[in-house]
Structures are given as structure tokens and as C-alpha cells.
T-cell receptor, first 120, second 108 residues
Framework: GAVVSQHPSRVICKSGTSVKIECRSL??????MFWYRQFPKQSLMLMAT?????????EQGVEKDKFLINHASLTLSTLTVTSAHPEDSSFYIC????????????????FGDGTRLSIL | GQNIDQPTEMTATEGAIVQINCTYQ??????LFWYQQHAGEAPTFLSY????GLEEKGRFSSFLSRSKGYSYLLLKELQMKDSASYLC?????????FGAGTRLAVHP
């Protein structure tokens, strides 16, 4: 079945560092990928929708200059947290669904394993 | 606007049946998903409903009423490993919106 791979799984770094997280669809093409953030015991909050070959669509309240998204190919999207601070510490999860022609339109979104980001 | 409402916590006994309810309001509707999430892990897909009625998948079943903006997830023959959060996620025009989830604790 469809698999989404996310890397790294855990990052611990100093305040002010920029951190890049990669999300890959392993056996399908994803023109759209989604980035979520989850704080402890809270819901997954959609941060942005990553669109292959065009600009990402950010949800209200998410700073696009802080969270840079690049979706350069049909299988890879990256999220860069620029100049990270302790309040950016969270669980970041990417998601994608198979949108190839001929694939049933009601395919579920599959999730990467998530990246736990800790900023000291 | 968009709103999803689920109970925050539930407890149940091993071997029992539990029903987790979800009411929702979304801009556009293209089906509703249920996911399971264990602590510290990413969500895993459980079920999908786009038409009214019941979808059964082994020990898990999910029901949808579009006119009422209502869904439930039914878990049968509960096992200890079913202790997790269950996320109701209606799909709007092109994105899933997640509720806060229901934390289910299964005890012996």
C-alpha cells in the first residue's frame, strides 16, 4: 500500500537553528502534501498544503516566512523551520494521498511517522 | 466555519463494545475519515465513509449521517492495544480537518 516516509524522526537543537524536515511518498506520486503540527494532548493542526511546482497554501495564523515549504518533485516536500525557538518545539507530521489518475478519489491520507522537534 | 466535536476521554473494559461519536460542520464535504493515534506516533487510517450508512471492517465499524453532520466509530471485542486516541476527520474541499480526538482507555 501507499507509504509516506518522513525524516528525521527526532531533532534536538539550539535556539536560532534552522531545521529541515523531509517528506517522501514512496510508491505513489503526490501533487499535494500536507504539513501538520501537534502539541501534547492536542489535535493535529493543519499548517499548510504543499503544492508541487507552486507556492504552498498556509493556514491562517501560520507564518510562511517562518515555515518554508518546498515541493520540488512529485514525491518530495520539505518543511524548514527557520530560526527555531523553544515555542516551535512540537511534533510535525506530513501527510499525502495517492492522486494519480485512475486511483479511487476517496483514498485516505497516509501519514509519515512524524518529527519530534525540541528546541533548547 | 469548521467545527468538530468528540468526547475528550472514554474508558471501557477489555472485550466490551464502545461507540465514539463525532459531530462536525465543514466548508464542503468529501467524506469522513477515522484515524487511530497511539501516544507519540503518527495517525493510522481506520475507516472512511462518504455515503450515509454503516461501513464494517473487522472489529471496527463506522457510521455516517450527512444530513445530521454525525458519525460514530464502533469498536467491538476491545483489546488492551486499542487504548489510543481516535480522531474524527471530515474532508473539506481538499484537506482533512481533525478533531481533538477521543482518548480511549481500555482496562482489564
Amino acid at each position: 500500500g501507499a507509504v509516506v516516509s518522513q525524516h528525521p524522526s527526532r531533532v534536538i537543537c539550539k535556539s536560532g537553528t534552522s531545521v529541515k524536515i523531509e517528506c517522501r511518498s514512496l510508491d505513489f506520486q503526490a501533487t499535494t502534501m500536507f504539513w501538520y503540527r501537534q502539541f501534547p494532548k492536542q489535535s493535529l493542526m493543519l499548517m499548510a498544503t504543499s503544492n508541487e511546482g507552486s507556492k504552498a497554501t498556509y493556514e491562517q495564523g501560520v507564518e510562511k516566512d517562518k515555515f518554508l515549504i518546498n515541493h520540488a518533485s512529485l514525491t518530495l516536500s520539505t518543511l524548514t523551520v527557520t530560526s527555531a525557538h523553544p515555542e516551535d518545539s512540537s511534533f510535525y507530521i506530513c501527510s499525502a494521498r495517492d492522486q494519480r489518475q485512475g486511483v479511487r478519489w476517496n483514498q485516505p491520507q497516509h501519514f509519515g511517522d512524524g518529527t519530534r522537534l525540541s528546541i533548547l | 466555519g469548521q467545527n468538530i466535536d468528540q468526547p475528550t476521554e472514554m474508558t471501557a473494559t477489555e472485550g466490551a463494545i464502545v461507540q465514539i461519536n463525532c459531530t462536525y460542520q465543514t466548508s464542503g464535504f468529501n467524506g469522513l475519515f477515522w484515524y487511530q493515534q497511539h501516544a507519540g506516533e503518527a495517525p493510522t487510517f481506520l475507516s472512511y465513509n462518504v455515503l450515509d450508512g454503516l461501513e464494517e471492517k473487522g472489529r471496527f465499524s463506522s457510521f455516517l449521517s450527512r444530513s445530521k453532520g454525525y458519525s460514530y466509530l464502533l469498536l467491538k471485542e476491545l483489546q488492551m492495544k486499542d487504548s489510543a486516541s481516535y480522531l474524527c476527520a471530515p474532508r473539506g474541499y481538499n484537506k482533512l480537518i481533525f478533531g481533538a480526538g477521543t482518548r480511549l482507555a481500555v482496562h482489564p
